[in-house]
């Protein structure tokens, strides 16, 4: 059974930086594309990045374009957002998902996310 | 970047009820990367439907999804207390990958 685990959030000062990171398990973590998606309380989902199965394209929100990296280590089975010049708005739930050509490319699986909070 | 809008933004039904949720893409959207999902409160989002009308694995029948190039439609035949929550849809073929605002479907 597929499983995502994310870990690293919590609280930081804006300016700041926090990596976060989504371990994989019960599937074929290489064949997969990965992204990043992020829930601000009481709002909607909002996609963040995205990688491809073998970190060589990725792609960014215009809200993080600049400020977060996203990598994968396919040795490890783990995805990694690094958020760097942390603002308020960044506030939220980010949520690790998977997708494959297998379901047209929609989000078929979801972590269970870590929150990230932006505040002095 | 290609808007979803999504209509009601509450829509209030009984169990039972049949339920139709709308979303409008603000332009055309290849009905191969058009999903929909469920978001309950604390936890993930769900997949429930991909490529417009096809349902994810283990998703009952009562769940039905159709459209094509800008309007798009998620219909629960008849609910039952278990869905009632929030329904989002998105594209997921072209970046930056969209979504709609939400619908929240709450019991009457």
């Known amino acids: 059974e597929a499983q995502l685990v994310e870990s690293g959030g919590g609280l930081v000062q804006p300016g700041g930086s926090l990596r976060l990171s989504c371990a994989a398990s019960?599937?074929?973590?290489?064949?997969?594309?990965m992204h990043w998606v992020r829930q601000a309380p009481g709002k909607g989902l909002v996609w963040v990045s995205r990688i491809n199965n073998d970190g060589s394209s990725t792609s960014y929100a215009d809200s993080v374009k600049g400020r977060f990296t996203i990598s994968r280590d396919n040795a490890k089975n783990t995805m990694y957002l690094q958020m760097n010049s942390l603002r308020a708005e960044d506030t939220a739930v980010y949520y690790c998902?998977?997708?494959?050509?297998?379901?047209?490319?929609?989000?078929?699986?979801w972590g269970q996310g870590t929150m990230v909070t932006v505040s002095s | 970047e290609i808007v979803l809008t999504q209509s009601p933004g509450t829509l209030s039904l009984s169990p039972g009820e049949r339920a139709t949720l709308s979303c409008r893409a603000s332009q055309s959207v290849s009905s191969s990367y058009l999903a929909w999902y469920q978001q309950k409160p604390g936890q993930a989002p769900r997949l429930l439907i991909y490529g417009a009308s096809s349902r994810a694995t283990g998703i009952p029948d009562r769940f039905s999804g159709s459209g094509s190039g800008t309007d798009f439609t998620l219909t629960i035949s008849r609910l039952e207390p278990e869905d009632f929550a929030v329904y989002y849809c998105?594209?997921?073929?072209?970046?930056?990958?969209?979504f709609g605002q939400g619908t929240q479907l709450e019991i009457k």
């Open positions: 998105q594209q997921c073929g072209i970046s930056p990958y969209t």
């Open positions: 019960g599937f074929t973590f290489s064949s997969y594309w």
């Open positions: 998902a998977m997708a494959t050509v297998t379901t047209r490319w929609a989000f078929d699986f």
